[in-house]
């Protein structure tokens, strides 16, 4: 560290007053300096070594690659990062000169509990319910346990154990895919590779994505997948639009290949008007929301951070760092 010049953390000013005291605390050596998304920057911004990107925040490409080129860590309060690696980030990581990590592990409770959430909500058919109380109709449904099926979790990250978690506690088997055949908690069967994906496929009632985004994994999930699909099982995709096929998805759906789909992302967001998906009944869509931003959530963000910084600050390695060579 200089002698002359404190080191400066760049914070949000969306969050900088909630965040800049508990750095202080952790940290006192930094000075905490706001940023905005748009408008001028704080002369002080050309000393940060360390920048936290908000979920949403865009402006963080160009200050690491113009106005503050001294940043050496960059956080983002996301769990994906396909939209954090733009091109001089992923240039500084390659080269050893920046240091990325993400929020993975803040996001496994709120997106577990709502795939959980929607899974009973269509098992039990609680929109027809609702219908039929609109409407002022006293009519019985047969409904569907989740218990004894099998939930075929795809990625095995934080959020993928977050559901296999709450999936397990419903007494349901669970079998995961991930890129190595290490074992996993609340998993009772790990699988890998084409062959571990046409097994969770063809066995899963219910095929949860929570995959990362990458070259490798677009459209990891197409027409040969829906063919292999039980016509009772359905499809629920809360990681990246782009991991599904999504015109052979609106194909299959119309055939009958499977059962339904629980949809929180697209290819393209928001989802447009005159997508096929909307009149879809056995399609259930929310906006890219599967978080909620829940309280829990916003605080395992801000602790996940702050942890970091104070390794940051110590010099010991950090949690969360992103293998930019697989994208996760």
Known sequence: MGNNVQEALLIPDSVHEELSAQIRLVAPQFVCVPYREEGDLSPKV?????????????????????????????????????????????????????VLTDSGPAFGIAIGEFVLAWMLAVSHRLSELHDQKQARRWQSLQHEELYGQTAGVIGLGPIGQGIAE???????????????????????????????????????????????LTGETRHLIGEDEFIRMKTTARLVNIARGGLVDETALITALQKGEL????????????????????????????????????????ERQRQLFLNNVSRFAAGEPLAGIVDVSLGY
Do not use: Y
């Open 46 to 98: 050309a000393d940060a070594v360390a920048l936290l990107r908000w979920v949403g925040g865009k402006r963080f490409a160009s200050l690491i690659e113009t106005d503050a080129p001294r940043i050496r860590w960059l956080h983002t309060a996301s769990a994906g990062v396909d939209h954090v690696l733009m091109p001089p980030v992923r240039k500084r990581c390659e080269v050893g000169t920046l």
């Open 259 to 298: 059962a339904g789909a629980c949809l929180d992302v697209f290819a393209t967001e928001p989802l447009p008007l005159d997508s096929p998906l909307w009149d879809l009944p056995q399609v259930h869509i929310a906006p890219h929301n599967s978080s909620g931003w829940a309280r829990g959530l916003r």
């Open 166 to 212: 709450r999936c397990r506690a419903m007494g349901m088997r669970t079998i995961g895919l991930r890129r190595t055949p290490t074992a996993a908690p609340f998993v009772d069967e790990t699988v890998t590779g084409p062959e571990g994906l046409r097994r969770l496929i063809g066995e899963s009632d219910w095929v949860i994505i929570a995959a990362a």
